[in-house]
């Protein structure tokens, strides 16, 4: 037989359906027609041969319905039956079915929007060509190995490095901001030296005009970011072919990068590219794209040889001891998000089932009111599972309706996470309709539909005939009542945790917020400067330039005090290796500790300007400051842990930390490495992120240790961004060739906000907050609709209990009684369960911890929502007229 | 007129075959045909005679088109596709085989073992 043939003659029955039936039917008729022509002929009277004919052939409609038999079409005109009814019966009961396909949205909702988060975030962030094989190449200093570097290579080393058997292409780049003139002020352009195959490399294409090509290779041509675009050309489309001068060069404008364009983001923004050539930066950074099936182990293992030759060459772009540790470019997201995300994936998990708990039981309470249709249709022959069919049908149309619901609603709430988390995920990742989506979503409403279908289904396929037919209603039978019950304590439970967890995320959150800083934020701004390269100018001038430049800054009207600090944002945000831990000496001890502290770059009125107090000892003085060398002051910390019962005073401590490593940029004082004197001590602040203690610090002059940028931390009488005008005013008069980074000031507290562990903290308890209501308000929903069946059931009973003489009070007790002891059985499962996450939970978000304080409230909070769901449709059957009932009966 | 047979499972589609061979026929047709050429030896179940031409016609074997009847009425004529033509060499040859089978086994006497 053909395949071809099957599938057209099922095409015809479906499409053709009526015709296909009048077929049909003419066919049998002319049969059962020449059939009595036949028996006439042979002698029978017309009413005999008419009737012989019938009797033979039997009934025609009998024939259609084994024509789709016969075929194979018929479970389909069966389920589209089913269908069909399934709709009807959901809108005859709309209220129960609109509570249904709601509860189900947002479950559904809430677990494809994380799955569109987790999929665009960390599986697709990237819109690049092969994204999965692009890698960072950083370096694990051996000394330190918790500050992975990157490390530059010099033209020869680049063309070098291409061919090794592992890399597929590379791509350099570095990061050079630039000066445009001619405006009030000189404007600072982000600008990224990037080798001529960049959109090759990256597979995007310019959104306008074009990208670069390898003969754009040291030409004049710069290809402009979309924001700056936006910026500083209000998105004009004319600015092809344009030129723009930045620091003396004439730059031709070939293109604009489309907005999610952003691939420099992990070192620094960028408002444009520009092809790369000797003369502008001597050594490139390199990103590199694996060959196909390379793994990042592989790699280290390839590039070891070549990195090694070319530390020979060039000692200074590398640490002295290290290993190459190949990442791939989404592995900081993944380490920075992973957790966040997948708890966050687990609570929606549970709110879904919680939404499936609340649609059985909606199902299961609406289905004790089916009963006696279902027992009509099983006593004329439907089947068993016919019947579970039907009722499979009907749960699938609420998961699909609520499946549609929910995947339209996803793509709103997928967006939630990314805005209460400005940062944390890369720039470049967008929320997007895709497939894999789609696809999940899909499945999790079959998935759902045959999870909360199952338990109603099997419940009233087997409907007890005989006693449903007498049309008497009854007291909730034994097996409806246990399966109903168990998903209303499984509910409660839920909904107890995810209470739980969001209590703890608040908490969580407000310890944050009113933690003690050791600094006031408070009016305290910071701007970032660059400092020219000038080889001309030796260590002294450099410092004297930045000590000219703070005393311009603090001499603007409404600026309280300035501190110099070139080292970090507290309360923490590393400077490359400043801010992170690095090892010293105390001179004439030595140590079983791991000696490790942070090494902050401070001129001594920083701690004026941040209000951290000196407690013993002097803060160096301005000659001190100027030269660098020789004296350092300690944090609390530090004097604890490494000199505990010893005159902190006068030790003598050095770090290599400010050690002169040769670099171009690098521009230390003559004696930085060498021990120094420790004259004061000042108090702790939160210096190592929020979630941590504070670590042991030693401050020293900035001047130990410059380079091309400074920072200036600016406290003012007022709001700290109305200063920038003056301020850059008063740059500007100081010297007209100075910039500010970013051409902007920030402030302290925004530095607070962006913090991982306060976003964190801050998301967790708006979302779960949100999650634990959602879950509060469908388990009471569920439990109100259970009680409101079940006494519109026992209304004939009840109106005769209370007809006898029953008071209200023992009407809402019979109703009431079972549900209220489930959820009380409800409860203490929650509280077990909590208990036992509570050890994970800790691990999984940070900073927070079990108390007295949450699990009350919680409890308490569940207890009287519950009670007040199950008590109020208890009091208003109570409340019912009982002769009222008895006459409707 | 012989004694009448009860028709063989799975008989019923060859037979149909063979009638649609000898050329077009509407399902009453087949029907006569079928009791004639066996000399109304062979009872056919008219509810599972139509039955048996939908499936084949669904599976392709068989090819329906509406035509006129003798007495001109709307009827729908059953030819043989190429399928089907193959499917009734196929089958005629392994009910032959059968039947040779099946008979010798019969008359095997206890002489020949």
Known sequence: MSWLAVVRSWWKALRHRSQTDSDIEAELQFHIDAHTQHLIESGMSPEDAVRQAKVEFGRVDVQKEKYRAAIGLRPLHEIGADLRYGVRSLYRHPSVSIAGILSLALGIGATSAMFNVIYSTLLHPFPYADADRIVNPSLIDEKQPLVPTWFPLEPAQYDRFVKARSIDSVLGFALRPQQEKGGAFPEDVGIAFVTPNMNEFLGVPAMLGRGMRLSDDGQNVMVLDYKYWQRRFGGDRTVLGRTINLSDTSLTIIGVMPPRFTFTETVGNVDGYIPWSTARTPALLPWIKLKRGVTPQAADADFK???????????????????????????????????????????????????????????????????????????????????????????????????????????????????????????????????????????????????????????????????????????????????????????????????????????????????????????????????????????????????????????????????????????????????????????????????????????????????????????????????????????ETFAQRYLDGHDVIGQQVRTDAVKNDGRPASIPSPQSAEWRQIVGVVADYRNDGLERPPAPAIFVPYST??????????????????????????????????????????????????????????????????????????????????????????????????ALGARRGHIVWTVSRTTLATIAAGVATGLVLDLYLRASLKHWMPGNNSSVWIVVPVTATLMVAAFIACLVPAIRAACADPTETLRNE | MGKKVDLLQGTLEILILKAVSLGALHGYGILLRIQQISGGRLEIPQGSFYIALYRMEHKGLIKGEWGESENNRRAKFYTLTADGRRHLRKETEKWAEMTDVVGSVLRATPEAL
């Open chain 1, 305 to 635: 040889p070549y990195l090694d030759r070319f530390r020979q060459e060039t000692p200074m772009h590398f640490p002295k001891k290290f290993h190459v540790d190949v990442q791939p470019i989404a592995a900081p997201y993944m380490h920075r998000t992973g957790r966040t995300l997948a708890l966050l994936f687990a609570s929606v998990v549970l709110l879904l089932l919680i939404g499936c708990a609340n649609c059985s039981v909606l199902l299961l309470a609406r289905g004790e009111a089916r009963q006696q249709e279902l027992s009509i249709r099983s006593a004329i022959g439907a089947g068993r599972f016919r019947l579970m069919r039907q009722l499979l049908i009907e749960s699938f149309s609420i998961a699909l309706a609520g499946a549609t619901l929910g995947t339209a609603l996803s793509y709103w709430l997928a967006k939630l996470p990314l805005t209460l988390m400005p940062g944390t995920f890369p720039q470049e990742a967008a929320i997007t309709v895709n497939w894999p989506v789609l696809g999940f979503s899909i499945s999790l409403a079959l998935l759902t539909g045959i999870l909360f279908g199952l338990a109603p289904a099997f419940r009233f396929s087997r409907p007890d005939v005989s006693h449903m037919l007498q049309g008497r209603s009854q007291t909730i039978s034994a097996t409806g009542g246990r399966s109903l019950n168990l998903l209303i304590a499984g509910q409660i439970a839920l909904t107890f945790v995810l209470l739980g967890v969001a209590g703890a995320a608040v908490a969580g959150f407000m310890r944050i917020t009113s933690m003690k800083l050791g600094y006031d934020p408070n009016n305290v701004g910071f701007i970032s400067v660059p400092l020219k390269p000038d080889p001309s100018k030796n260590q002294q001038a450099y410092a004297s330039y930045i000590a000219r430049l703070r005393d311009t800054v603090a001499a603007v009207p409404g600026v309280v005090s300035v501190g110099v600090m070139s080292s970090g944002i507290p309360p923490s945000q590393p400077f490359g290796g400043f801010g992170r831990p690095s090892s010293f000496q105390l001179l004439g001890r030595q140590s079983e500790l791991q000696l490790n502290t942070l090494v902050q770059l401070v001129s001594p009125e920083y701690f004026a300007t941040l209000k951290i107090p000196l407690l013993r000892g002097r803060l160096w003085s301005q000659a001190e400051n100027q030269r660098g060398d020789f004296v350092a002051v300690v944090n």
């Open chain 1, 705 to 802: 240790f410059m380079w091309n940028s400074t920072q200036f931390f600016i406290r003012t009488s007022a709001a700290p961004e109305e200063m920038l005008r003056p301020i850059r005013n008063a740059v500007h008069i100081f010297n007209p060739d100075q910039r500010i980074s970013g051409n902007k000031i920030n402030t302290l507290e925004g530095a607070l906000s962006v913090q991982t562990i306060w976003i964190q903290q801050h998301m967790f308890s708006v979302l779960f907050t949100s999650f634990g209501c959602l879950a509060l308000f469908l388990s009471l929903f569920g439990i109100g609709s259970t009680i409101f069946f079940a006494t519109a059931r026992r209304r004939n009973e009840l109106g005769i209990r209370m």
